[in-house]
C-alpha cells in the first residue's frame, strides 16, 4: 500500500460509522462509534467525580486530589477571573462542561479510541447546549424585551440601526457554530497528524533501508512530540471551550 492509500485508509478511519441501525431508514435508532466512545467519556466523568466524593477529606488524596485541582483550576482561572464571584453559582455547569470534554478529548489519545469530540454532530450540539443555557440566563435576569434589545451596542447612531442590530444578531446566532467548529477541528486534524507520522514510521520500517530508517526514525520521534501536544492540546481545548462558555454567560448577565 502506498502513502496515498494508507492516507485515505486514515481518513476512512476517521470517519463515523454505525454500530447499530444504519442509515437506511429501517430503524429509528442510529449508534455511531463516535457516539459509543462519547457515552463511554461521559461514563468516565461520573465515575470519576463519584469515586472523587466518595471520601471527602480535608486534605484530598488520589482521585479526590486531581478532582479538586481541577474544579480549583476552573474556578480561580475562569469563573473568578471572567464573571468574579458572581459566577460561582455557574461553577457546577462550567466544571461539568469542562471535564466532559476533556475526559472526550483524552479518550481520543488512546490508541483504538476515538474522542467523543471527533465529529461536528457532537461538538455543534454542545454549542447549541451552551447558546440555550446563557440565552436562558439572560432572559430569566433581563426579560425578553430589554434582552433583545441588548444585542445593540449602546452608542449606536439610530441610521446605523438597521444594519448593526442584524448583524449582531447573526454573529449571536453563529456561536454554537463557531464553538463546535473551534473543538472539532483541532481535535480532528491532530488525528490526521498523528496517524501520518505512524504511516511513515510503519512504512519505513517495512522498507528496511537505511534511508527510510532515518525517516522512521525521525517519524517515531515527531509521533512523539506530536503526541505530547495533542495532550496539551486536549487540555486548552477543554478550557478554551469552558472559558467562552463563561464569557457568554458573562456577557447574558451584564448587557450593555
Not at 441501525?21 to 466512545?37: A, E, R
Request: proline share 4%; aromatic share 14%; charged share 10%.
Amino acid at each position: 500500500m502506498d502513502l496515498g492509500e494508507s492516507i485515505q485508509e486514515l481518513l476512512h478511519e476517521l470517519q463515523p460509522f454505525a454500530v447499530i441501525g444504519n442509515n437506511t431508514g429501517k430503524t429509528s435508532l442510529i449508534l455511531t462509534n463516535y457516539m459509543v466512545f462519547l457515552i463511554i467519556a461521559i461514563a468516565l466523568t461520573i465515575v470519576f467525580f463519584v469515586v472523587a466524593s466518595r471520601k471527602l477529606t480535608l486534605v484530598p488524596k488520589g482521585v479526590g486530589n486531581i478532582a479538586e485541582w481541577g474544579v480549583e483550576f476552573v474556578r480561580n482561572n475562569i469563573v473568578l477571573d471572567v464573571m468574579g464571584s458572581e459566577g460561582m453559582v455557574y461553577l457546577p455547569f462550567i466544571v461539568t462542561v469542562f471535564f466532559a470534554v476533556l475526559f472526550n478529548n483524552f479518550l481520543g489519545l488512546i490508541p483504538g479510541l476515538k474522542p467523543g469530540t471527533g465529529t461536528l454532530g457532537t461538538t455543534f450540539a454542545w454549542g447549541i447546549m451552551v447558546f440555550v443555557v446563557y440565552n436562558w440566563v439572560g432572559v430569566k435576569k433581563h426579560g425578553l424585551v430589554p434582552y433583545l434589545k441588548s444585542f445593540l451596542p449602546s452608542g449606536t447612531p439610530w441610521w446605523l440601526v438597521w444594519l448593526i442590530y442584524p448583524l449582531e444578531v447573526i454573529s449571536h446566532f453563529l456561536r454554537p457554530f463557531t464553538l463546535g467548529v473551534r473543538l472539532y477541528a483541532n481535535m480532528y486534524a491532530g488525528h490526521i497528524v498523528l496517524g501520518i507520522f505512524g504511516i511513515f514510521v510503519v512504512m519505513s520500517l517495512a522498507a528496511l533501508g537505511p534511508v527510510t530508517a532515518v525517516v522512521g526514525t525521525l517519524s517515531l520521534v515527531m509521533q512523539i512530540i506530536m503526541y505530547a501536544f495533542e495532550v496539551f492540546v486536549a487540555f486548552i481545548q477543554a478550557y478554551v471551550f469552558a472559558i467562552l462558555t463563561t464569557v457568554y454567560l458573562n456577557g447574558a448577565l451584564h448587557t450593555h
